[in-house]
């Protein structure tokens, strides 16, 4: 065991303080990993907060990670000494389920969250606000050289989060894709998209970040507040993915879509949605969701970023300042992920 500086919630909602915890040994097939940069997501603040139910505490949060490996276990075969690593939203899983043989490892009955979870040894999970962080290789992904570990950082939750939707779902060329909200998640949806050669179009609250929409990659930007975005765009789009974490009426962008099209949900809200079923019936309508995505496809995000220059749109903070970023990020205040610099911790 080692102990490692940290910024913990010691109860829920309390403020985050520094403190330190344990982290294991380095196991034969396992990491070490000296943390460099870490991503403050919204779900951190849930968590953290008890807004998705009873969690774990003292919680480190923390769950967009990247770093440099400084030591390895006799059996790690996929990392050395001195490469540049991430660590997503889960640590560990059973290895041998269907889900994990189909590389869905985020859906393993006995996958473990990188916090706020209980690991397979018992013990309790930290996230990336520490200075280090001890994890098998196989929940690891290479960060390649063409992207700054700041600005990757994020990518490993709010990167793979729009990745993959998008990806299931066909984003490309000729497809009309709508990206809902403008946040941490929705901005790295633009790029993605927009690099995947759909046509983009932002749906934000108002016209306040139409600017930054367009020059992350947007064609079109309309106002959800404003009826006429619905009566524009009824019936005129082949996927939406909201990122929203605010119940959501659901029939209202349902009806933007063409039959058959897609309505896929990534924003967690802690209150339920109500949906009236005519707005599914009506032109075989598609309502999903997705969370986040296995190790290998987390690994194709990175490389697809690293070949198109997508990095996230960051505000680099100290440790101390992350009580302010929290109230920040619920305010939609964020340009457009806080990242903390672990150097501060
Ligand atoms: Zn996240
Ligand atoms: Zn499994």
């Known amino acids: 065991m080692t102990t490692v500086a940290a910024y913990a919630a010691p109860a829920a909602k309390a403020p985050l303080e520094r403190t330190t915890i344990e ?17 403050i997501c919204h779900s951190d603040i849930h968590q953290a907060r008890e807004g998705w139910g009873e969690a774990i505490f003292p919680m480190v949060p923390g769950h967009e990670i990247a770093g440099v490996v400084t030591e390895v276990g006799p059996g790690v075969t996929k990392y050395a000494v001195g490469d540049r690593v991430g660590v997503g939203c889960f640590v560990d899983s059973c290895g041998e389920c269907a889900q994990c043989a189909a590389g869905q490892e985020q859906f393993c009955a006995q996958a473990v969250g990188t916090y706020n979870a209980i690991g397979r040894d018992g013990e309790p999970t ?6 280090h962080v001890v994890v098998s290789e196989r929940f690891a992904v290479r960060v390649p050289d063409a992207l700054s570990l700041d600005v990757a950082a994020p990518l490993l939750c709010a990167g793979i989060t729009l990745y993959s939707p998008l990806k299931r779902w066909q984003a490309g060329p000729g497809k009309k894709v709508a990206i809902l909200g403008l946040g941490g998640l929705g901005h790295m949806g633009v790029k993605i998209a927009h690099a995947l050669g759909a046509e983009v179009t932002v749906l934000s609250q108002t016209l306040r970040k139409q600017e930054d929409g367009l020059k992350l990659g947007a064609d079109h930007f309309h106002a959800t507040s404003d ?40 924003g967690a809200p802690e209150e339920p949605n109500q949906l009236n079923m005519f707005g599914l019936i009506g032109g075989n309508k598609i309502l999903a969701g997705s969370m986040i995505g296995g190790i290998a496809e987390t690994q194709e995000m990175l490389d697809f970023c690293a070949e198109h220059g997508l990095g996230a ?8 300042e992350v009580n302010e970023a929290y109230e920040r990020v619920l305010a ?14």
């Open 23 to 39: 982290r294991r040994a380095v196991g034969t097939h396992d990491i070490l990993i000296e943390i460099k940069y870490a991503g």
């Open 227 to 266: 009826p006429k975005t619905f009566e524009q765009l009824a019936g005129s789009l082949d996927l939406i993915v909201s990122t929203v974490s605010a119940p959501l009426d659901l029939g209202a962008y349902l009806g933007l879509l063409k039959p058959g099209g897609a309505l896929v949900n990534v």
């Open 126 to 131: 930290y996230g990336g606000y520490s200075t």
């Open 332 to 345: 939609s205040d964020v340009r457009y992920r806080f990242v903390i610099d672990a150097a501060t911790i």
């Open 313 to 320: 749109e960051i505000e680099l903070i100290r440790a101390d």
